[in-house]
């Protein structure tokens, strides 16, 4: 079959409502600069709201201000009769025309937008990061079968595939200043993921799904996933297709099974013959160097390991403390100060028999589930050797955006409330006026582990959201005071409302 034609290439761009809108913002050439500009919109976007919370925040301290020494002579009046205080309070209140609850409504509306906008976006662009990389790993892999299979008479096939998919990542790599890959962290990770990193990032799975016309159940990666139809309309996804053209097949136990060396899925674009179907199995034989011998171990559990030395030999397959063997000299053997016989009768049959007939079928489910997320690795590291060799021992960021996030976060919620002093009447300061750097370092480490955890993508918008709100901040501040200037002079029962 034509795999290259056939290979599982998601696209490029993630759905939904924020991947569609950066996608349009995208046309400026660098998406560094479309999460900018995105964010510049977004600012602009919510400017008038954030203005009038800030008037209302402003209004409320100024008018705190001018009836805070009839509230502390209340409070000193009445502080044995709670009841009594808090009607007199009221009193005060409905005196000046001041309704706390105004503040709040403001502030909470504006933080409701804000936040529904943080995290319906952080989630956005996650969604857009996985489907990125997805994408840089499929395409660079579509670009090594091309070049393979143009050379694949050359001894050296495999160099020059590795070398154009590491030409084909530079191509479509997305990076922003110091940052390699803006779908990474701008930290100390690599720039491109590993299988495991990929496998896990991208939320990639292995599923089976059973072609009914030719009674076969296969793998099929989840991220290509999409159900279509064949010309008889029957469903089917695209099976996994590894490096070699394997489709990896579960071993079928039923009476019906007919387990066929090959299948065709008939398409309107032709037919899709797959005719190397590596089938599931249960047992496996290790050789164990330590040991002396060869002997059985069940495929599913290939990763659980001993250790002897330095080095790592995987388990063997145990009932009623014996090792079942297919070569080899010993009668017993240890493993971990234990004890156990070694039996070199046993064929794989009879150890099938150890089994029933659904647990056989569970198995062979599972193991070849473990065979393909092996192969996809085994391929995954093959195809992006040359990049990795090419970024070695390089970081993906240098914690540029985390510093920022950090430092522009703090000043901008310090500019929003810095150097306030509110005077009564007779000229003094009211107590608690003065704002508190506490809400600044909370937001600041928030901000710092998101930038480190998540995508310097994310990262971005964090820093731009900072410092759009700090120059905002700064230019509502400048027109606030302004209009309470101008206000001081109409009514000189207004305190001095200073800013630094």
């Not at 600041?444 to 993508?457: D, E, L, R």
């Amino acid at each position: 079959m034509d795999f290259i034609s056939f290979l599982l290439a998601p696209t490029q761009w993630a759905t939904g409502f924020w991947g569609t809108i950066i996608k349009w913002f995208s046309g400026v050439g660098n998406i560094g600069l479309a999460i900018i500009l995105l964010t510049l919109c977004l600012k602009i976007i919510l400017l008038p709201l954030d203005f009038w919370q800030k008037m209302v925040s402003r209004k409320m301290t100024a008018q705190q201000a001018i009836m805070q020494p009839e509230l502390e002579e209340i409070k000193a009046k009445y502080a044995g009769n709670q009841t009594l205080l808090q009607q007199k309070q009221a009193e005060l209140y409905k005196k000046y025309n001041m309704n706390p609850a105004n503040s709040c409504v403001a502030m909470l509306v504006y933080m409701i937008v804000t936040m529904i906008i943080f995290f319906t976006l952080f989630s956005g662009l996650g969604s857009m990061s996985r489907t990125q990389i997805n994408y840089e790993y499929y395409a660079i892999e579509q670009t090594y079968r091309e070049t393979y299979e143009a050379n694949k008479t050359e001894t050296n096939v495999v160099e020059l595939s590795q070398a154009a998919a590491a030409e084909k990542y530079e191509e479509i790599r997305q990076g922003f200043l110091t940052i390699k890959n803006v779908w990474r962290p701008d930290n100390a990770s690599s720039v491109f993921p590993n299988s495991t990193e990929f496998l896990s990032s991208t939320n990639t799975k292995f599923g089976t799904f059973k072609y009914e016309p030719e009674n076969v159940t296969y793998i099929y990666l989840t991220t290509n996933g999409d159900v279509k139809k064949d010309i008889n309309g029957k469903e089917y996804v695209e099976p996994f297709v590894d490096l070699n053209g394997n489709v990896y097949v579960v071993y079928d136990l039923s009476d019906t099974a007919t387990n066929p060396s090959s299948f065709t899925i008939q398409t309107e674009d032709g037919n899709l013959i797959f005719d190397s179907l590596v089938y599931s199995t249960i047992f496996k034989t290790y050789e164990n160097s330590d040991l002396g011998i060869s002997y059985y171990y069940l495929a599913e559990n290939d990763q659980d390991v001993y250790t002897k030395g330095d080095n790592k030999y995987i388990k063997p397959y145990v009932v009623e403390n014996t090792i079942y063997a297919t070569s080899g000299a010993e009668t017993e053997v240890t493993i971990n100060g234990k004890t156990y016989a070694v039996d070199y009768s046993k064929t794989e049959t009879d150890l099938l028999n150890n089994f029933t007939k659904d647990e056989q079928q569970e198995k062979y489910k599972k193991t070849i589930g473990y065979q393909a997320i092996d192969a996809f690795k085994e391929d995954f590291d093959v195809v992006t050797l040359a990049i990795h060799q090419k970024y070695e021992g390089q970081w993906n960021g240098y914690f540029v955006l985390i510093l920022l996030a950090g430092a522009i976060t703090f000043l901008s919620s310090w500019l929003s409330t810095a150097g306030v002093k509110t005077k009564d009447k007779k000229g003094n300061t009211v107590k608690g006026a003065k704002p508190k750097p506490t809400m600044g370092i909370v937001m600041s480490v928030i901000m710092i582990f998101f930038t480190f955890s998540y995508t310097s993508a994310f990262a971005i918008y964090i820093v731009a959201n900072s410092i759009f709100s700090m120059i905002l901040t700064y230019l509502s501040n400048l027109l606030l005071n302004k209009i309470e200037v101008k206000k001081d002079k109409k009514d000189s029962n207004v305190p001095d409302y200073v800013r630094k």
